[in-house]
């Protein structure tokens, strides 16, 4: 009798991870094209005729189109101009919930949310938001930065500097808190299968921030840490917030503009050129 229980939990066991890793590969085949990696784009040239106006663009996700949105490029002009003394140009462009992939894909097209119309007229520096929806989204710090570099090689290859904005710890949990349970367990598995904990940005930090040393791109870009404008991290200060917890509110957008403006000009009055010093600000209080 106790050989045949044995044997029936056994048979129970054995059924149950059957199922499981019948499920596994169901689903990893079902999304296995969300981690497919596209081939790099032929870099476009953009140009280079701006009347010694110092130019900075920002591109990515809903921080850069909500920046638009919010008549933040405005500010962060007059940030840059009062510590330059030069005329500067600021325009800006993202979509929202866009994932660094198609951030990517966006500089290569013209129509809607594409910014290629906008890097066509060159820049001196680039501002780039992503990230925050690649972790939401379970795609993986292997995606994540292999886009990024992406984005980095043709800023760089058209001689304009990227400044790296680090992604704060935002509270996905607010919106994502009223989820099915299903969606839950369908982002879990997702995590599993990139081998990256749930809605975790600690990792996609830590695995930009190595790429960045690894290919010795750190001394190319200028790169913004989260504690430098948010002075909670890497919790998020609600102060600076909207009640999403997701997106800036206006003092945060000024707190952050104005530790960029103080990085760019940092750079720029040092050079008026394309430069490789490494940037590494004491302080971007506003």
């Given at each position: 009798?106790?050989?045949n ?9 054995c059924?149950?991870?059957?199922v499981?890793?019948?499920l596994?590969i169901y689903y990893f085949?079902?999304?296995k094209?969300?981690w497919a990696?596209?081939a790099?784009?032929p870099?476009?040239?953009v140009s280079?005729d701006?009347?010694n106006?110092l130019?900075?663009l920002l591109?990515?996700?809903s921080?850069a ?7 933040m ?10 510590l ?8 800006s462009k993202g ?7 198609g951030?990517?894909r966006?500089?290569?097209q ?15 520096y ?16 292997r995606q994540y930065?292999y ?7 043709f800023l760089?290859t ?16 607010r919106v994502y808190?009223?989820?099915p349970?299903?969606?839950h367990?369908s982002d ?12 975790n940005f600690?990792?996609y930090?830590e695995?930009l921030?190595?790429m960045l040393?690894?290919?010795h791109?750190m001394?190319?870009?200028i ?5 430098l404008?948010?002075?909670k991290?890497?919790a998020i200060?609600?102060a600076?917030?909207?009640?999403d ?13 104005a ?9 720029w009055?040092l ?5 490789y ?10």
């Amino acid at each position: 009798m106790l050989r045949n229980m044995i044997m029936a939990i056994v048979g129970v066991v054995c059924s149950v991870l059957l199922v499981i890793g019948c499920l596994y590969i169901y689903y990893f085949a079902k999304w296995k094209h969300l981690w497919a990696l596209d081939a790099r784009q032929p870099v476009y040239e953009v140009s280079t005729d701006r009347d010694n106006a110092l130019r900075v663009l920002l591109i990515g996700d809903s921080w850069a189109g909500m920046h638009t949105e919010r008549g933040m490029d405005s500010y962060l002009q007059q940030q840059l101009a009062a510590l330059t003394g030069d005329r500067v140009e600021v325009r800006s462009k993202g979509k929202g919930g866009e994932k660094t992939k198609g951030i990517y894909r966006l500089m290569f097209q013209t129509e809607g949310y594409g910014t290629k119309p906008l890097l066509m007229e060159g820049a001196d520096y680039c501002v780039v938001f992503a990230g925050i929806n690649d972790a939401a989204a379970n795609l993986g710090v292997r995606q994540y930065c292999y886009y990024y570099r992406l984005i980095l090689d043709f800023l760089l290859t058209n001689h304009i500097r990227p400044v790296v904005v680090e992604i704060p710890d935002v509270n996905i949990w607010r919106v994502y808190g009223s989820k099915p349970l299903k969606d839950h367990l369908s982002d879990y598995v997702k995590s599993r299968m990139t081998n990256c904990r749930m809605y975790n940005f600690q990792e996609y930090r830590e695995g930009l921030y190595e790429m960045l040393k690894e290919e010795h791109l750190m001394e190319r870009v200028i790169y913004v840490r989260m504690d430098l404008w948010n002075k909670k991290s890497p919790a998020i200060d609600r102060a600076l917030f909207l009640d999403d917890e997701i997106h800036l509110n206006r003092e945060g957008y000024e707190q952050l503009d104005a530790c960029i403006a103080r990085a760019i000009a940092e750079i720029w009055i040092l050079g008026h050129s394309f430069s490789y010093a490494v940037y590494q600000p004491v302080d971007c209080d506003a």
